[in-house]
């Protein structure tokens, strides 16, 4: 049987890390997932990290897994994306000592001990919170001594898996933008910001483009992973600009990328920021565009793990007709969303609905309420870029499996006014866009049959009448669910 060309896609995320096999034209062969494993850090309140060694066990395992799904195959090329904000810190030997994933805090009682944060914002497009990943540096300088004296550089963590792959470390530009370290207006490491957070310069690897051929894969890795010896290693990218990549979009387009979280970007031809500084700005992996985004928070996961509660042995269709059926619309939820410029972040949260319990209240209605929670929260935080930087398309971009219920889609598209377009296989962004991204290295047509199809829902003018009242309402939940927090 004859080999068919695919590449291998590495794709780190926060809740599961995945190991992809995907043809140049975009269809997945084979692909295998599994929980990371994370660790409490004693040390810190707010703490948690992973053991390198035991995740690139995983992805070899899930490597394996994949590519016995595939079949025969040739892999031309491997690339990798991850969460963004997380760091592995390696030694000086080339041992990865620690990993620390973006939902790591460990920085937070130093959020406050450096000065000129506006100017900081202004350099790096993001206000300074224990979010990025300068403040896990800082947290380890100041109580992990021993890991700390050990640490020579430190990579993004799909950067990281690149560096395992081919022996070459170096950092991509939009995972760069992360670590409050790097200049996005002049696309390079700042001086500026090093000297501030007292990080030797000495620590940060050398700017790589995403798309870049580093070289080849390491011999002992193709021995033990049982792949290709010339497979190529090219350069990723953070998993949310990976994503925007499969929808093809251009400068002005609005893109909702919905995993775990739910980034609603602009995409930038310049760097902007606001004033109000409110929102984020990263550089994409399209060299020359910017991302310009505010983030909905926990959205995608929330949809999950109430899934899991609620439908354990259902699928996502059965939820689809059940709301398609749900006729009782007072249950409210507040689930921690995020809108930009919340001066109080929601950290407890629930559902609120009349008593005594009506007999109309379902299972459905704490998903219709929750897929509410997420549209209204999108929409908040696309007004936010709209005010900004304004947006004149008619429609809006959306991907990630976080999207995947038809109902969420309608009911942004009401709230927004805008329609709302997905690609096939737009579940799969991540994988899509790496696909696209290994194309454009080896110089591959870029054609993609498989995720040609775009599906569109248009505003509902009678849908929208029906929001604007519920609006109010929600609002109500999350102020008072933030009056407890």
């Known amino acids: 049987m004859q080999k068919q060309e695919a590449y291998l896609v590495l794709d780190i995320g926060t809740g599961n890390v995945r190991s992809a096999v995907v043809t140049p034209s975009g269809k997945i062969l084979g692909v295998a997932r599994a929980d990371i494993r994370y660790y409490r850090d004693e040390h810190y309140p707010e703490s948690i990290y992973f053991e390198p060694g035991e995740l690139w066990q995983q992805l070899q395992s899930l490597t394996r897994e994949a590519l016995d799904q595939a079949g025969p195959v040739v892999l031309k090329a491997a690339t990798t994306t991850s969460q963004r904000e997380g760091i592995v810190l390696t030694d000086h030997s080339g041992k990865a000592l620690i990993g620390l994933p973006n939902i790591d805090h460990r920085g937070r009682e130093w959020e406050d001990h450096f000065p000129g944060k506006s100017r900081i914002y202004q350099l790096s497009g993001r206000y300074p919170t224990s979010l990025f990943s300068v403040y896990k540096l800082i947290g380890v300088r100041e109580k992990r001594a021993a890991i700390w004296q050990d640490t020579a550089f430190f990579l993004s963590i799909s950067d990281w898996a690149a560096w395992e792959l081919s022996g070459m470390a170096v950092y991509e530009h939009s995972q760069a933008s992360e670590t409050l370290l790097y200049d996005v207006a002049a696309g390079q490491w700042s001086a500026e910001l090093a000297t501030m957070f007292n990080i030797d310069q000495k620590m940060l690897p050398a700017l790589s483009l995403s798309g870049s051929v580093v070289g080849k894969i390491k011999t002992g890795v193709a021995t033990a992973w049982g792949i290709d010896k010339d497979m190529q290693i090219v350069t990723g990218g953070g998993d949310t600009q990976m994503a925007i990549k499969s929808t093809g979009p251009s400068v002005g387009d609005v893109v909702i990328v919905s995993g775990t979280t739910t980034p609603v970007v602009k995409l930038e031809g310049t760097y902007i920021t606001d004033k109000q500084e409110r929102t984020w700005t990263s550089r994409d992996i399209e060299n020359g565009r910017f991302v310009f985004e505010a983030n909905a928070g ?8 109430l899934k899991e509660i609620f439908y354990p042995n259902e699928g996502y269709e059965v939820i689809e007709q059940e709301l398609h059926a749900c006729t009782y619309t007072q249950c409210v939820a507040s689930l921690g969303s995020l809108v930009a410029g919340d001066k109080k972040p929601v950290i407890r949260g629930g559902f609120l609905f009349p008593v ?23 929409a908040e935080n696309y007004k936010v870029l709209a005010d900004v930087s304004g947006h004149e398309a008619a429609h809006i971009w959306a991907c990630g499996g976080g999207l995947q219920s038809k109902t969420l889609r309608a009911m942004i598209a009401a709230i927004t006014g805008k329609e709302v377009r997905v690609k096939a296989g737009f579940e799969q962004a991540s994988v899509a866009g790496a696909a696209l991204l290994c194309n454009e290295a080896l110089q591959v047509s870029s054609d993609q049959p498989e995720n040609e199809k775009t599906d569109s829902i248009l505003p509902d003018n009678g849908e929208a009448e029906k929001y604007r009242s519920f609006y109010q309402q929600w609002k109500e939940a999350r102020e008072q669910c933030r009056a407890i927090s």
């Not at 995608?300 to 793990?305: C, D, F, I, M, S």
């Not at 005594?356 to 999108?378: Q, Y």
Request: charge should be neutral; glycine fraction near 6%; proline fraction near 3%.
């Open 298 to 305: 926990v959205t995608g996961l929330n949809y999950q793990r």
């Open 356 to 378: 005594p319990v009506a007999h109309e209240l379902t299972r459905g209605s704490f998903v219709w309420a929750t897929l509410m929670d997420i549209a209204f929260s999108i």
